[in-house]
């Protein structure tokens, strides 16, 4: 990857490094923490997008709907291996990740996921995240993390559109007590 290229995904990386750590620190329970680390699946990300970063397309939609493709199947993967070890031999490695692999990520981006991974504000987030109902939770994780469409979200969620948009309005002002807050959640 050239210099310019690898400067772009640094740049797209450090905006949408937040909400993928705020989501995996959501996702990854209490329960699984011994097995899943959510800054080792954060570097874990970082290191799938920064390899196929040249097979991003801006015209396809936004960088970070495209990274959190890219986190939802390293979840989906992380989480399958941690059932198989639960259930046949003690893990040989957090999350089963290929550590060795991250060694090709510019030290910037290895920077980004530690800063991110210490961020008080960001563990205040999550703490208000984990407190909301059921709904709102996954609301503020499909729409304002991830940034999917109020209509995908009405279908998970059972409501129509309007009402999709109508709760994530007022979810929003809740959450604008803290600017921070606001800009995690799209």
């Not at 949408?16 to 995996?24: E, H, R």
């Not at 040989?92 to 060795?100: I, K, L, R, V």
């Not at 407190?131 to 998970?156: K, V, W, Y």
Request: aromatic share 10%; glycine share 6%.
């Amino acid at each position: 990857m050239d210099r310019s290229t690898a400067a772009s995904f640094e740049l797209l990386w450090s905006e949408a490094a937040p909400a993928v750590y705020a989501w995996f620190e959501i996702h990854v329970r209490d329960a699984l923490r011994a097995h899943l680390d959510p800054e080792d699946a954060l570097q874990e990300v970082a290191c799938r997008a920064f390899d196929s970063f040249e097979r991003f397309d801006p015209a396809a939609g936004p960088f970070r709907g495209w990274v959190f493709g890219i986190a939802r199947n390293v979840l989906y993967h992380a989480l399958q291996r941690v059932g198989r070890r639960l259930n046949v031999a003690p893990a040989h490695a957090p999350g089963g990740f290929d550590t060795q692999a991250w060694s090709r990520l510019p030290d910037t981006t290895t920077s980004i996921t530690r800063r991110v991974a210490r961020d008080e504000t960001l563990a205040r987030f999550v703490a208000e995240v984990r407190a909301l109902d059921e709904d709102d939770r996954r609301l503020l994780l499909r729409r304002g993390l991830e940034g999917r469409s109020h209509e995908e979200i009405a279908g998970e969620l059972g409501i129509t559109p309007e009402a999709a948009v109508k709760r994530w309005t007022r979810l929003r002002e809740r959450l604008a007590s803290t600017p921070r807050f606001v800009h995690l959640a799209g």
